[in-house]
């Protein structure tokens, strides 16, 4: 069975899930997740997790992510993308300055109401099942942050733009609300993920590319080992006597570990009297004798021990 990470670029016309069919058909193997959902239109970065790497999804779906959009303004539809059906169509008589100031004021913080059509549930229901029913239900706001918007080309009715963003954002709620602010209207035209924590489009394999790797024995060259996506995290090294403690997922004691390694790889010997400052020690990698990557660990300073946060074994 394969573990680890895969970079897909998903081509529009099919699902997220439908991806993830046909990657279990490829590599032959049930244990398969994807992280960050793209709608069926959209194309671009979808991070699939292989193996024990499936427990990195609650992980995963914390992580900022990056798009390039083409927006439609002067049209409003129930999807709020091109793909809906059309309730208003307006004049688009904006000035370049007018849109400009309109796509820069949704930077920073701010409060956005999630499209009918997604996956978030409402009394066990998913909302787009309840669109589809031709229901549609009050949607609170949510908390998310625009980390960075910028234009690339206004040629009316359509914006292109670049967007970086936290998660649980929706680029098509975005579109809606910038063209709400404009007083034409707006929806999402084309969308792109190009990037989703360290993955890129550019690295990232299409389904028919992987199967082609697949048959030449070569597709584990490309999965990246659950580790990498803790790269930014100090590693911890426990003794080889302390091995059964991690496998059983139990708390590490500071006499437990061998070493403490930064994020560059220089390590530190753990003793009595040269521990590493508490206000250092957050999340940790943790590593048995063998140097084999087993879980995540977090320290809590109040007990001075190391708690189990994720295991991979």
């Not at 920073?108 to 787009?128: E, F, N, R, T, V």
């Not at 967007?163 to 063209?179: A, E, P, Q, W």
């Not at 140097?291 to 109040?302: C, G, L, M, S, T």
């Amino acid at each position: 069975m394969h573990n680890g990470l895969i970079n897909v670029y998903k081509e529009p016309g099919f699902t997220s899930m439908d991806a993830v069919a046909v990657l279990r058909g490829i590599l032959k193997q049930k244990k398969i997740g994807h992280t960050g959902t793209l709608d069926p239109a959209a194309e671009g970065v979808l991070m699939v997790c292989l193996g024990n790497a499936t427990k990195l999804c609650s992980f995963l779906e914390d992580k900022d992510k990056e798009y390039e959009c083409r927006m439609l303004l002067g049209v409003e539809t129930d999807t709020e993308d091109t793909t809906g059906t059309v309730i208003a169509k307006k004049e688009v008589n904006c000035t370049k300055e007018e849109i400009e100031e309109a796509v820069s004021s949704f930077t920073g913080p701010i409060k956005q109401i999630p499209p009918m059509y997604s996956a978030i549930k409402k009394d066990g229901k998913k909302l787009y099942e309840l669109a589809r029913a031709g229901k549609e239900i009050e949607r609170e706001a949510r908390d998310i942050t625009i980390h960075e918007i910028e234009i690339k080309e206004i040629d009316l009715p359509y914006v292109s733009f670049n967007v970086h963003c936290s998660k649980g954002t929706y680029i098509r709620s975005l579109c809606r609300d910038i063209g709400a602010k404009l007083g034409c209207g707006g929806c999402m035209e084309h969308l792109l993920r190009t990037k989703v924590s360290f993955f890129t489009s550019e690295n990232s394999l299409k389904l028919s590319e992987i199967e082609e790797l697949a048959k030449a024995g070569k597709v584990d060259e490309f999965i990246l080992p659950t580790s990498d996506v803790f790269k930014d995290l100090k590693s911890i090294c426990v003794k080889e006597e302390s091995g059964k403690i991690i496998e059983n997922g139990n708390p590490l004691l500071w006499s437990n570990i061998e070493k403490i390694a930064d994020t560059n790889g220089s390590a530190q010997t753990v003793t009595d009297d040269l521990k590493p400052t508490a206000c250092d020690l957050q999340m940790f990698k943790v590593y048995t004798a063998e140097n084999r990557f087993i879980a995540v660990y977090k320290y809590d300073e109040r007990k001075d021990i190391f708690k189990c946060e994720k295991m991979f074994l």
